[in-house]
């Protein structure tokens, strides 16, 4: 079947790495995306504003998933960083609860970790995300000029929704769940993170839980990455946990990510927008790759469609064989660039 899907470039690397990206799943598709840009980011603001125009919004909403390239809201005018910045605001307004952040070691690719498959569940609407924990304002303040406050939120209801979210995809793979939190220091707020999903795991029979303080769990991944499989976790840890990983797998270029609801997908890679890099044809595209492969693999599962899940599963083989015979961008030691890995993987797809 036909979908259309969003096309958000953002800024710095945004580009480069969004139309490395499109063309990889226009060649794993056959073409069978109708792709629509929407603006958001430093564009946006020149053009519209705002970085993030109503415009962009509704269009949104009439679209089967999107795909959104990093941005680099602290380089906008003091006037357009109040607020959510504008990813942020995009999961909020569409209610995407779930962040799944998978990690892994890719033959060919020199790592930190010798071995590592294993995916992280971020709780994405609440926590001590001071954008997403309030129906109104924001969940961060200061009364003093001397003291700062941070409201971390958690509830029964988001608990629960990540915890399904989390056991469904341990179910999928080696049926081996971690709850992360710190109900140690935090015991009525991670304590109810924690109860709350052995509750809901209960329900899951064949399903093998643990759980453990997010300290411990850092100093696990890089001792011994393989003995996970399924993390779940409240937002700030899952943040900091996921970008552990990735570089345990060589590079945050290589970090996917999926944000969902139960009825919209968001593909957007877990690095940022390194201006530093941008225009200049260094980036690597592998993860924002990845993540929409992701997001074609939640539509395939959804619809149903097998052609999209045939597609997402392409895609991952042709980046893991690009990476094994050594086509490696700057950040993970290689001479490649943009347009000349996303070359390699294209040529790969078209011989399938």
């Known amino acids: 079947m036909r979908i259309r899907l969003g096309l958000i470039e953002g800024d710095g690397i945004g580009p480069e790495v969004v139309r490395a990206t499109r063309d990889v799943v226009d060649d794993a598709t056959g073409g069978a995306v109708d792709w629509v840009s929407l603006p958001m980011g430093r564009s946006a603001i020149d053009e519209f504003g705002s970085a993030l125009p109503d415009s962009t919004l509704d269009a949104l909403a009439g679209l089967d998933g999107w795909i959104l390239g990093p941005h680099d809201n602290a380089s906008y005018a003091p006037e357009h960083r109040t607020g959510a910045p504008p990813g942020g605001a995009v999961r909020k307004r569409f209610g995407l609860y779930a962040n799944i ?22 709780e994405n609407s609440e926590g001590f995300y001071a954008d997403r924990n309030m129906a109104a304002g924001s969940g961060e303040f200061r009364p003093t000029e001397d003291v700062a406050l941070a409201v971390g939120v958690i509830t029964r209801a988001a608990c629960e929704r990540i915890a399904r979210q989390a056991c469904e995809l341990a179910m999928t793979r080696h049926r081996r769940l971690t709850i992360v939190h710190k109900a140690n220091v935090l015991p009525m707020t991670m304590g109810l993170f924690r109860d709350v999903c052995f509750d809901v795991a209960r329900g899951y029979r064949g399903l093998t839980v643990e759980d453990e303080h997010v300290d411990a769990t850092a100093a696990h991944l890089v001792r011994a990455p393989d003995d996970y499989d399924v993390l779940v976790t409240e937002n700030l840890f899952g943040d900091i946990l996921s970008d552990l990983a990735g570089e345990l797998g060589g590079s945050l270029g290589l970090a996917a990510s999926l944000n969902c609801s139960d009825t919209q997908a968001m593909a957007q890679a877990v690095h940022g927008a390194a201006p530093n890099l941008a ?37 991952d083989r ?26 390699q993987v294209r040529a790969r797809l078209n011989r399938w």
């Not at 690719?109 to 498959?117: H, P």
């Not at 200049?280 to 999209?308: E, I, V």
């Open 101 to 122: 952040r998978p990690a892994r070691t890719f033959p060919g690719v020199r790592s930190t970790a010798a071995s590592m498959d294993l995916v992280i569940v971020r």
């Open 279 to 315: 225009g200049r044809n260094r980036a690597n595209p592998a993860a924002l790759q990845l993540s929409a492969a992701m997001l074609l693999r939640w539509l395939g599962a959804r619809n149903p469609d097998p052609a999209l899940i045939r597609a997402a599963d392409h895609i």
């Open 318 to 343: 042709a980046i893991a064989a690009t990476l094994a015979a050594g086509v490696a961008t700057a950040d993970l030691g290689g001479l490649a660039s943009t347009t000349e890995f996303t070359e």
